[in-house]
Antibody
Framework: EVQLLESGGGLVQPGGSLRLSCATSGFTFSNYVMSWVRQAPGKGLEWVSGISGSGGSTYYGDSVKGRFTISRDNSKKTLYLQMNSLRVEDTAIYYC????????????WGQGTLVTVAS | QTVVTQEPSFSVSPGGTVTLTCGLNSDSVSPSYYPSWYQQTPGQAPRTLIYNTKTRSSGVPDRFSGSILGNKAALTITGAQADDESDYYCVLYMGSGTMMFGGGTKLTVL
């Protein structure tokens, strides 16, 4: 059974930093592109970032480019998102998602971790 | 600025058929955008319904179908049921590893 378990969310002040983790199991992690998708309270879904299976290529949405860094540790089957210079508008549930590379589609979703940016 | 467009809301009667669409403000949606569809109920993580325009994800009932209609991707629900009442999101692959969500459609079954 595929499992994706996010952690690391919490309350942080504007301008602060936070690192999210996503521990995975049940699939060959290194074979998959992985992504982070977020959802602000009462709003729609937004693709945040993606990373290739090897970690050699990374991709970012315009709203987080230059502030967030995605990475992965294939030996630990874990995905990360380092979030710096956080803004109030970064407040959201952050989902870890596996990506079917050939079909360019999200495949399995974690349950999400809530990040709240507030003073 | 590229925007993926969806109807904000839609309603369907139980047993009825509804088609939700997914467009682009700057282009026609074609299979080369690999349109996919996701269902989300309140408080839950999204669930993958359709990928690569029309392929159903494992376990998805065949009353859900995907297609290209005109210049948009489409999700059709045939024989709508009460538990189909959800938010539906489309995603398009924009190239260079980037993906874009539509704003979502809130479907009411009544």
């Amino acid at each position: 059974e595929v499992q994706l378990l996010e952690s690391g969310g919490g309350l942080v002040q504007p301008g602060g930093s936070l690192r999210l983790s996503c521990a995975t199991s049940g699939f060959t992690f290194s074979n998959y592109v992985m992504s982070w998708v977020r959802q602000a309270p009462g709003k729609g879904l937004e693709w945040v970032s993606g990373i290739s299976g090897s970690g050699g290529s990374t991709y970012y949405g315009d709203s987080v480019k230059g502030r967030f860094t995605i990475s992965r540790d294939n030996s630990k089957k874990t995905l990360y998102l380092q979030m710096n210079s956080l803004r109030v508008e970064d407040t959201a549930i952050y989902y870890c998602v596996s990506v079917d590379t050939a079909m360019a589609a999200f495949e399995d979703w974690g349950q999400g971790t809530l990040v709240t940016v507030a003073s | 600025q590229t925007v993926v467009t969806q109807e904000p809301s839609f309603s369907v009667s139980p047993g009825g058929t509804v088609t939700l669409t997914c467009g682009l403000n700057s282009d026609s949606v074609s299979p080369s955008y690999y349109p996919s569809w996701y269902q989300q109920t309140p408080g839950q993580a999204p669930r993958t319904l359709i990928y690569n325009t029309k392929t159903r994800s494992s376990g998805v009932p065949d009353r859900f179908s995907g297609s290209i209609l005109g210049n948009k991707a489409a999700l059709t629900i045939t024989g709508a049921q009460a538990d189909d009442e959800s938010d539906y999101y489309c995603v398009l692959y924009m190239g260079s590893g980037t993906m874009m969500f539509g704003g979502g459609t809130k479907l009411t079954v009544l």
